[in-house]
């Protein structure tokens, strides 16, 4: 299977600041791309424009060699974002959660896949408890579930380390490296220093809060 | 058509042709203004019903033609602004805004000081004038919105949408205010009935009227031109334009 | 649980697949899946149910006691009474449509789906008014009484209130999308929606005058009906378009 992703000229203005400018990238399957910067330097922004969230920039996206904007179902189809914010309901239960995502995501719903992704990430237990009675760490494993629950190759995490224990990082750092081995791609921001392997490569913005003059 | 979109996009080129076309709008508002309430004032004949009161109608019905046309102006701004990204668009839409706030008040104030000697009292739920009052009211919803932003391009964009739901919503609001005034058949007349009017009489009404949207022209073309400069401030053009002044 | 959070040897042997399915299956098992989630959320926190109703009741108790207890005189203002305070409780809850998808997370999941935003924040309007506007219209006829409300006039009112609330509901969330980015859009939220809501009030007050007078009722019902049509045509739009702009507020 092969993926591609790429950028061509990508530039984001955002209120008379140039955030980044003149950006060409190229990801392709199997890679795990970590973006990198300073505060301020646009990573959120980068990342919310390559998951087709922000159609506010200049340049060209394309989607295995399709422009973004004729590709963008496709493209969906193919997406699998989890930002900030992780986007569990603090009064359903996990199960609940998941079932909304699983039908989001254009599937039958499947309980026993539900709960095999739930198991995926420890939390054994908890399928039935409200998510607000959940601690910080472990409603993100809820939204951390979604990446076994729903197949797709094309990942874009937004710092999806946090409040997450250590053994719980090990373990996501894992499944990144095996979802690119298996073909997928990881688009990731972090402020956890990622391990070393063949599949990662870091991009790095530029300085953040920076105001180039422009015609 | 494409090159003039293109041209659109740059604010330079807006700058530039707005100079240009400035001073002729000015003139026209001036004389236009000045004949036209020399006219109405003094020559105009009196009517026969409400007397010399009825020459409110010089202020009145011109600044509520152009409080509606502001409004529709302003969703065509929003449109161009989110259609093609034309950044002049939403900067003439941000100063229109308060203008066309002005001349509805002006339009509700004018009427309200006509209520007087036609109806004996300030306030009237004629259908013009609440039509005018909720015209009013959308208004202070776009200016308010805009201004509850922190980012300008998001705040330019809301304020575009809810301009074009403003838009499509007028003519439903003025019918269903026309029908429900009818409905409930108060005892008065209405103040600008469909009455023929002499010539005498439109013609000074007429001339107040272009005169109006020359003023609405000419201000906003200058105060596009100002905001053009502030938030351009950064670019090269703008410091060499005021390198060159210094 | 440590040790229970290394991926199982079943989930690790999956490769990533294209999600499958045809689109008009998939559009509406996820419509279907956000209105039960919806339902059930609002199941949870009853008081966000109830309190419309609590303020729908109280703000009409409030005009006998303001105004006279003359029966004749609250007769004759009934109809507008009834729909000026359902509409103010039909706009009371709007701010929470997007605010707690907006707060969690879960609206950027819903710009993502592959499934069209406009369709997806319907479902939400119409869970809104399943349990906001369809509860007030059912509840009107109890609160005419108290106002002494003239007979003939009962099943018109909750009608007219149950279509009308439809279109405020619909008219109301393009304002609550446009505010769910800021953090006090309250207020804000009622200048910009209830100047677009004078149509929608006119003709549902005067379909239950018509109904008092006697003349028939069937043209401004057909009136609330083809508002709400068009709000249905253009809503989707306008809601979709102001959550993509909040989403990046």
Request: proline share 5%; glycine share 8%; aromatic share 8%.
């Amino acid at each position: 299977m092969s993926l591609s992703l790429q950028a061509r000229k990508l530039a984001c203005e955002r209120d008379d600041r140039w955030l980044f400018e003149d950006l060409d990238l190229d990801i392709r399957a199997g890679e795990i791309v970590r973006i990198e910067g300073p505060n301020g330097s646009g990573k959120t922004t980068l990342l919310k424009i390559l998951s087709g969230q922000l159609a506010d920039y200049q340049g060209e996206l394309y989607w295995n060699g399709a422009p973004m904007r004729e590709a963008r179902q496709a493209f969906l189809e193919s997406l699998l974002y989890l930002g900030h914010a992780p986007g569990v309901k603090a009064a359903l239960t996990p199960l609940e959660n998941l079932a909304w995502y699983q039908a989001l995501a254009g599937s039958r719903s499947n309980e026993a896949a539900r709960l095999a992704a739930l198991e995926s990430v420890g939390l054994v237990g908890f399928e039935d408890v409200p998510a607000g009675q959940l601690s910080a760490g472990q409603q993100r494993r809820v939204a951390l579930a979604r990446l076994e629950l729903t197949p797709r190759p094309l990942w874009v995490l937004d710092e999806p380390f946090t409040a997450i224990d250590r053994d719980g990082v090990a373990a996501l750092e894992e499944r990144l490296v095996i979802h690119a081995r298996a073909g997928g791609c990881v688009l990731v921001t972090t402020h956890h220093e990622l391990r070393d392997t063949a599949e990662l490569r870091r991009i790095r913005l530029g300085r953040g809060g920076q105001q180039h003059a422009r015609h | 058509m494409w090159a003039f979109i293109n041209k659109l996009r740059s604010p330079k080129w807006f700058y530039a042709i707005g100079a240009r076309l400035q001073p002729f709008f000015w003139v026209a508002a001036a004389t236009l203004i000045l004949v036209g309430t020399v006219w109405g004032l003094a020559f105009a004949p009196a009517d026969y019903q409400q007397g010399n009161s009825f020459r409110i109608i010089y202020v009145h019905v011109p600044s509520a033609f152009l409080a509606q046309s502001i409004f529709v102006s302003m969703a065509v701004c929003g449109l161009v602004y989110m259609v093609w990204k034309i950044k002049v668009a939403d900067m003439a839409a941000a100063m229109m805004a308060p203008l066309g706030a002005a001349m509805t008040f002006v339009s509700l104030f004018s009427g309200a000081v006509w209520g007087v000697p036609t109806w004996g009292t300030w306030w009237m739920w004629d259908a013009r004038l609440t039509s005018m009052l909720i015209l009013l009211f959308l208004y202070l919803g776009v200016i308010a919105l805009r201004g509850a932003f922190t980012s300008r391009d998001s705040a330019s964009r809301a304020a575009s949408v809810l301009a074009m739901v403003g838009v499509i919503n007028i003519p439903i609001i003025k019918y269903s205010v026309d029908w429900w005034y009818t409905l409930h058949q108060p005892a008065t007349f209405t103040i600008t009935g469909r009455v023929a009017m002499p010539t005498e009489m439109w013609a000074p009404l007429l001339i107040m009227v272009l005169g109006f949207y020359s003023f609405f022209i000419a201000l906003t073309l200058m105060r596009t031109r100002s905001e053009i400069l502030r938030r351009e401030s950064s670019k090269r053009w703008v410091r060499d334009l005021a390198a060159e002044e210094r | 649980m440590p040790g229970t959070n290394a991926p199982s040897p079943a989930t690790e042997s999956r490769t990533p697949v294209e999600a499958t399915g045809e689109p008009g299956a998939g559009l509406a098992v996820a419509l279907w899946a956000t209105l039960k989630r919806d339902l059930v959320l609002l199941m949870r926190r009853r008081s966000e149910v109830l309190n419309p109703l609590v303020f729908f009741a109280l703000v009409i108790t409030l005009f006998p006691i303001g105004i006279s207890p003359d029966p004749e005189l609250l007769a004759t203002i009934a109809p507008g009474l009834l729909w000026v305070a359902a509409l103010l409780a039909a706009l009371l809850s709007l701010d929470s449509l997007f605010r707690g998808d907006y707060d969690d997370g879960s609206l950027e999941q819903l710009l993502l789906t592959p499934q069209p935003l406009s369709m997806l924040a319907l479902a939400k309007v119409a869970v809104h008014w399943l349990l906001t506007g369809l509860p007030l219209a059912l509840m009107a006829p109890v609160l005419g009484i108290m106002l002494s409300l003239p007979a003939g006039s009962y099943l018109t009112l909750a009608v007219s209130l149950a279509l009308g609330t439809a279109s405020l509901s619909l008219i109301g969330a393009i304002g609550a999308a446009l505010t769910v980015g800021l953090s006090r859009g309250g207020v804000l939220l009622s200048l910009l929606v209830l100047p677009l809501y004078i149509p929608v009030l006119i003709f549902g007050a005067g379909a239950v005058q018509a109904a008092i007078l006697g003349d028939g009722v069937a043209a401004h019902l057909a009136i609330l009906g083809a508002l709400l049509a068009l709000a249905l045509m253009l809503a989707p739009w306008a809601m979709a378009a102001s959550l993509r702009i909040s989403i990046n507020g």
